[in-house]
């Protein structure tokens, strides 16, 4: 089966510009999450889709940062205006679903996005 | 608040020698943990989950609860076992998973 899918890989921007990350789920996964993973540290969750419902987006930056999830599978992350803090690696994952505790998360490849 | 600590950054070992990735966890609940791997050029993945008490790619992970870890230790290291390895904790009251820092591991020839 075809992995997540995140574009663009890379992506360099000067502060106060905007910026967008698309991902693209595993078919079928009903519950996606965007991380932010800061250099020398783990990945941090942002915000989690049940569908297209937000689950979890208690530590989403809602001032300068916001994510969508129109029909329930891509996914599009924006960031206006960007701060030099928001350089880091933003990784997307799904799953099949949030419930139980056997449920795995399957990882894009991230986006890895500087800012200048 | 839960949290995930993994006091290492940088853990080197050689071939053939016995290795152990340390976690340590503060979580109020009853606790979900697992390993990721990350390799050279790959994504993020899952490597094991304590509930399944399964052995991957020779790896093993006992829940200690009353020490609160969840250290990954395999007896003998191979060199394609050089990868960033996490530690994660799953709230169930949050729904979410907690990352470790992680821990950088070598495997020298």
């Known amino acids: 089966e075809a992995g997540v899918a995140q574009s663009p890989r890379y992506k360099i921007i000067e502060k106060r510009q905007s910026v967008a990350f698309w991902c693209n789920p595993i078919?079928?996964?009903?519950?996606l999450y965007w991380y932010q993973q800061i250099l020398g540290q783990g990945p941090k969750l942002l915000i989690q889709?049940?569908?297209?419902?937000?689950?979890?987006d208690s530590q989403l930056p809602k001032d300068r940062f916001s994510a969508e999830r129109l029909k329930g599978v891509d996914s599009t992350l924006k960031i206006q205006p960007a701060k030099l803090e928001d350089s880091a690696v933003y990784l997307c994952?799904?799953?099949?679903?949030?419930?139980?505790?056997?449920?795995?998360?399957?990882f894009g490849p991230g986006t890895r996005l500087t800012v200048t | 608040a839960q949290r995930v600590t993994q006091p290492e950054k940088l853990l080197s070992v050689f071939k053939g020698a016995p290795v152990e990735l340390k976690c340590n966890y503060s979580y109020s609940g009853s606790p979900e943990l697992f390993w990721y791997v990350q390799y050279s050029r790959q994504r993020l993945q899952l490597l094991l989950r304590?509930?399944s008490r399964e052995s991957i790619k020779g790896f093993t992970a006992d829940l200690n609860k009353g020490e609160t870890s969840f250290h990954l230790k395999k007896p003998f290291a191979q060199e394609e076992d050089s990868a960033m390895y996490y530690c994660?904790?799953?709230?169930?009251?949050?729904?979410?998973?907690?990352f470790g820092s992680g821990t950088q591991l070598t495997v020298l020839p």
């Open positions: 994660a904790l799953f709230s169930g009251s949050a729904r979410q998973l907690t």
């Open positions: 304590h509930i």
């Open positions: 078919s079928g996964h009903a519950t």
């Open positions: 994952a799904s799953s099949l679903s949030f419930r139980g505790n056997l449920y795995e998360q399957y």
């Open positions: 889709f049940q569908n297209n419902g937000v689950v979890d």
